[in-house]
Antibody
């Protein structure tokens, strides 16, 4: 059974960075894409970007280009998402989600979410 | 970017009745070479991460009750929840994975009448 376990809640100052981890167990990390999706309080789901560790390919949403970095450490079955230059609008729950195939497909597995609060 | 638009934004349905949620994409998400619609539906209960319900527009996810069904093709899709139960209270999202960036609908809040 695939499980994605994310790191704990963070409180950050405006202008700083945050790095959230997502550890996969029960399945292969390499062959499947993992994406990061965030949800601001009371709002919908917003895709930030994703990585396919097998190919080393990373894609970012234009909105976050230059501010987000997604990396993978295969030996640790862990994917990271780092977001810089934080503002109050970045306060959200950040989810990692794993695809159910090697190509373009749906997200069958989701992490429990990591609350990032940006406050001075 | 492909814009996903859901309707309605919210609806209230009586227990045992049927709820219907629509999703329209700004461009088609049917891949001609494999005839698959790159469209998924997710359920998000309060305080929980999203859960996959339907993929390829009409295939139920693992363990999803057959009360949930998806239909449609091209740019117009529907999620139907039959015999509504109290546990179905949630926000439902459609999502396209035809192209990057992946995009979600704004969500439809389903409540019990």
């Amino acid at each position: 059974q695939v499980q994605l376990v994310q790191s704990g809640a963070e409180v950050k100052r405006p202008g700083s960075s945050v790095k959230v981890s997502c550890k996969a167990s029960g399945g292969t990390l390499r062959s499947y894409g993992i994406s990061w999706v965030r949800q601001a309080p009371g709002r919908g789901l917003e895709w930030m970007g994703g990585i396919i560790p097998l190919f080393g390919t990373v894609t970012y949403a234009q909105k976050f280009q230059g501010r987000v970095t997604i990396t993978a450490v295969e030996s640790a079955s862990t994917v990271y998402m780092e977001l810089s230059s934080l503002g109050s609008e970045d306060t959200a729950i950040y989810y990692c989600a794993r695809q159910d195939c090697g190509g373009d497909c749906h997200y069958a597995y989701w992490g429990q979410g990591t609350l990032v609060t940006v406050s001075s | 970017d492909i814009v996903m638009t859901q309707s309605p934004d919210s609806l209230a349905v009586s227990l045992g009745e049927t709820a219907t949620i629509n999703c329209t994409s700004s461009q088609g998400v049917l891949f001609s070479s494999n005839k698959k619609n790159y469209l998924a539906w997710y359920q998000q209960r309060p305080g929980q991460p999203p859960k996959l319900l339907i993929y390829w527009a009409s295939t139920r996810g693992s363990g999803v009750p057959d009360r949930f069904s998806g239909s449609g093709s091209g740019a117009h899709f529907t999620l139907t929840v039959s015999s509504l139960q109290a546990e179905d209270v949630a926000v439902y999202y459609c999502q396209q994975y035809y192209s990057n960036p992946r995009t979600f609908g704004q969500g439809t809040k389903l409540e019990i009448k």
